[in-house]
């Protein structure tokens, strides 16, 4: 597609529940990120990937969150057994070379 | 010390007007930096990206970087009331990292 794309642009889960978010980047973009962004603060970096190379998971907050890039293409972002502190949006942004190109976003609302 | 500060705002200026915007870093040997808008509920669009020191333009936007002060900051000439939005600052860490790390954005209100 032209854009990056994620779905679903709004969750609302229970307290306990995994949920899965998913990012379509652009097309032949090699970089992918993802980043979440609680109400009025700003843009928290959680993994990069990077082609074929192992992800750089440094900005995951805890091991309920886990990531995979199936194909160097589509994204999934898991959160195990959510709590409120995760509900925040979630933007998946991709690159080639100068500048990043962000998604529209998955609002997760825990309660 | 925060990796990338900008003023929370909110910056209120007049249409017509030249707004201008900080970031600074704290990270010397950061390479790339950019600009985002973000409009109430949405999502950052890139507006900008410079490397080099000095000023870059590009229609009534100019990036002024000064890597020696470590600060970048975006000018918008004739401002608008369309660009009331949150302007994010972004800067790359240094070591060939391509993970930008996002200042908490500065909110510019255009009045008529």
């Not at chain 1, 409120?84 to 998955?106: H, I, P, R």
């Not at chain 2, 007049?14 to 790339?32: F, M």
């Not at chain 2, 000064?66 to 240094?94: E, F, G, H, M």
Request: proline share 4%; with cysteine; charged share 20%.
């Amino acid at each position: 597609g032209a854009g990056v794309s994620q779905s679903p642009s709004n969750k609302v889960t229970e307290k306990g529940k995994d949920v899965e978010l998913r990012c379509d980047p652009i097309s032949g973009h090699t970089a992918l990120y993802w980043y979440r962004q609680s109400l009025g603060q700003g843009l928290e970096f959680l993994i990069y990937f990077q082609g074929n190379s192992a992800p750089d998971k440094s900005g995951l907050p805890s091991d309920r969150f886990s990531a995979e890039r199936t194909g160097g293409s589509v994204s999934t972002l898991t959160i195990q057994r959510t709590q409120q502190e995760d509900s925040a949006v979630y933007l998946c942004a991709s690159s080639l070379a100068d500048g990043y190109t962000f998604g529209s976003g998955t609002r997760l609302t825990v309660v | 010390q925060k990796e990338v500060e900008q003023n929370s705002g909110p910056l209120s200026v007049p249409e017509g007007a030249i707004a201008s915007l900080n970031c600074t870093y704290s990270d010397r040997g950061s390479q790339s930096f950019f600009w985002y808008r973000q409009y109430s509920g949405k999502s950052p669009e890139l507006i900008m990206f410079i490397y080099s020191n000095g000023d870059k333009e590009d229609g009534r936007f100019t990036a002024q970087l000064n890597k020696a002060s470590q600060y970048v900051s975006l000018l918008i000439r004739d401002s608008q009331p369309s660009d009331s939005a949150t302007y994010l600052c972004a800067v790359n860490r240094s070591g060939g990292s391509y993970i930008p790390t996002f200042g908490r954005g500065t909110s510019l209100i255009v009045h008529p």
